[in-house]
């Protein structure tokens, strides 16, 4: 156990503990994944009123702190490295109040604290007849980091950045103080605020726009790889509420899926998706697939091959009976069949032992067939050397699009110094890896995943997603970011943070500490 500063003891003080140790605050993967290397404390905290706490001793002391909500997070880019780092966890603080919601209106609005996940939100909606509309992602993400770190949905026709479905949002900056933000595009401290990276405080509460509730369809289909490559991708996704595909290198096949929306009365089926949940005999059969795939390239031959003809079929099932749906189209409510989460009787695919590496980057989506083909070089390349690279991620590769919103550091601004026409939108490459825990713990040919990653970055004009990329993507792609978004928001980050106590290594990447 190591020896306490002055300024840790000041802050166990406040949070009730006596004693502590430096370790690793690890991201949703667990044991071996840390977010942050080394920190000296977790505080769960209770309430708004005790994170102002938390922070106003920080500040006093100068200790570092971050906000975590459910460690949504691939690599150790959360914190800065310093071990007197304090994460004040926000999951606990969940109150959802003030809903509003006129009948017949468009929409209303309803209160959200820091810790609120979109599971909860869209179960609390769903039960009041009201929805988040489409500015949603995963089950097991808080709300309120989703915005700090600028996450979205797949879609071009509608808002996919959870940003945009922010009306106002309290923070408490770096003295402890409550700021309350309203929406204000001609505000700098509100297109800094809204993909934060939590370097301006942590957001506390957030006031969030939503919908009446309403059911959607989802339809799946198998397209050969030279019909995407050399395709209308946007207008396969542009017309839809979302869209997305899935990539399969190996055999050379795309899923293409799409939603929308349906009349209530249409169908009285009650789909339930199933994005990461897993039984425990596809688990081992898995991991032991992937696990000699990092020496076997015929294992992620098989594993490919294996998951793309699983993924053809629906992963949903009723949720009234719990019975899988088998065939195209899927309708139901729009959370449960958009996103959906865990069935019951399985566990999540990290809990079974199956964990990953990743890496997102965004492209404006006018080169969205350029990027691709890109990608197919490399995968050709490889090939060609007698290295045959795969998918080994149970959906494959994702692709993900977004509708152009406005910010600083989000990964669908636009007008930016780059030259480039994000007017259209963003196309997302999500590349998701198994990673093994046997030998060295490399993948399988990994040098080729960080050289890819560099070549995309290298060629186009590309943005980072801040939660799924290695320090070394940062780097290298700041250099595609606007010089003109990075200054405007350093000036709001010395505003709300003069200590600078929320650093992170990607604010330290960014030159926002220089």
């Keep these: 156990m190591q020896i306490l500063r002055p300024t840790i003891v000041s802050i166990l003080a406040v949070a009730g503990?006596?004693?502590?140790?430096?370790?690793?605050?690890?991201?949703?993967?667990?044991?071996?994944?840390?977010?942050?290397?080394?920190?000296?404390?977790?505080?769960?905290?209770?309430?708004?009123?005790?994170?102002?706490?938390?922070?106003?001793?920080?500040?006093?002391?100068?200790?570092?702190?971050?906000?975590?909500?459910?460690?949504?997070?691939?690599?150790?880019?959360?914190?800065?490295?310093?071990?007197?780092?304090?994460?004040?966890?926000?999951?606990?603080?969940?109150?959802?109040?003030?809903?509003?919601?006129?009948?017949?209106?468009?929409?209303?609005?309803?209160?959200?604290?820091?810790?609120?996940?979109?599971?909860?939100?869209?179960?609390?909606?769903?039960?009041?007849?009201?929805?988040?509309?489409?500015?949603?992602?995963?089950?097991?993400?808080?709300?309120?980091?989703?915005?700090?770190?600028?996450?979205?949905?797949?879609?071009?026709?509608?808002?996919?950045?959870?940003?945009?479905?922010?009306?106002?949002?309290?923070?408490?900056?770096?003295?402890?103080?409550?700021?309350?933000?309203?929406?204000?595009?001609?505000?700098?401290?509100?297109?800094?605020?809204?993909t934060s990276l939590g370097l301006l405080g942590v957001i506390v509460r957030m006031k969030f726009k939503v919908y009446p509730d309403f059911k959607v369809f989802a339809i799946q289909k198998t397209l050969d790889e030279d019909d995407v490559l050399n395709g209308d991708i946007y207008g396969m996704i542009a017309p839809y509420a979302t869209a997305n595909f899935w990539w399969w290198p190996y055999v050379k096949k795309f899923h293409w899926r799409y939603y929308d929306e349906v009349p209530l009365t249409l169908s009285s089926q009650e789909g339930f998706q199933n994005t990461f949940s897993i039984t425990d005999a596809e688990a081992v059969i898995a991991k032991s697939t992937l696990e000699s795939g990092k020496y076997l390239a015929t294992s992620n031959m098989f594993f490919e091959t294996t998951a793309f003809g699983l993924w053809s079929a629906p992963n949903f099932r009723e949720k009234t009976t719990q019975k899988p749906i088998t065939n195209w189209p899927v309708y139901g409510w729009n959370y449960d069949v958009l996103i959906g989460g865990l069935y019951s009787d399985q566990k999540p695919e990290w809990e079974q032992g199956l964990h990953g590496k990743t890496m997102e980057l965004a492209f404006p989506v006018t080169m969205a067939n350029q990027m691709l083909k890109r990608v197919r070089e490399a995968f050709d390349a490889e090939a060609k050397k007698g290295i045959i690279m795969t998918s080994t991620y149970r959906s494959g590769i994702n692709i993900k699009f977004g509708k152009p919103y406005y910010d600083f550091l989000g990964q669908v601004t636009y007008n930016t110094s780059d030259g480039a026409d994000w007017s259209k939108g963003a196309i997302m490459f999500d590349f998701p890896s198994f990673k093994p825990t046997i030998g060295d713990g490399e993948r399988f040919n990994e040098p080729f995943y960080p050289n890819l990653a560099k070549t995309l970055v290298d060629e186009f004009p590309c943005r980072p997603h801040w939660t799924k990329n290695t320090r070394e993507v940062f780097g290298n792609a700041t250099n595609n970011l606007d010089p003109d978004h990075l200054a405007r928001f350093k000036v709001v980050r010395e505003k709300f943070d003069p200590q600078g106590i929320f650093k992170s290594v990607i604010g330290e990447i960014l030159g926002m500490y220089d």
């Design 17 to 194: 503990v006596g004693s502590v140790s430096a370790e690793p605050y690890n991201t949703f993967d667990g044991d071996g994944f840390p977010a942050c290397k080394d920190v000296a404390l977790v505080h769960n905290a209770t309430s708004v009123e005790d994170i102002v706490s938390m922070v106003k001793n920080a500040s006093a002391n100068g200790t570092p702190v971050r906000a975590s909500g459910k460690g949504h997070m691939w690599y150790d880019t959360m914190c800065s490295d310093n071990p007197e780092t304090i994460i004040i966890r926000t999951e606990n603080v969940n109150q959802i109040a003030n809903l509003t919601l006129e009948e017949g209106a468009e929409s209303g609005t309803v209160n959200i604290e820091a810790g609120v996940t979109f599971l909860q939100l869209a179960e609390y909606l769903h039960d009041n007849n009201a929805s988040m509309g489409y500015t949603l992602v995963n089950w097991n993400i808080t709300m309120a980091g989703a915005v700090a770190m600028g996450g979205h949905r797949s879609a071009i026709r509608e808002d996919s950045m959870v940003a945009a479905g922010v009306l106002s949002l309290d923070i408490v900056n770096g003295n402890g103080d409550v700021v309350t933000l309203e929406r204000d595009n001609s505000n700098d401290d509100w297109l800094a605020a809204s």
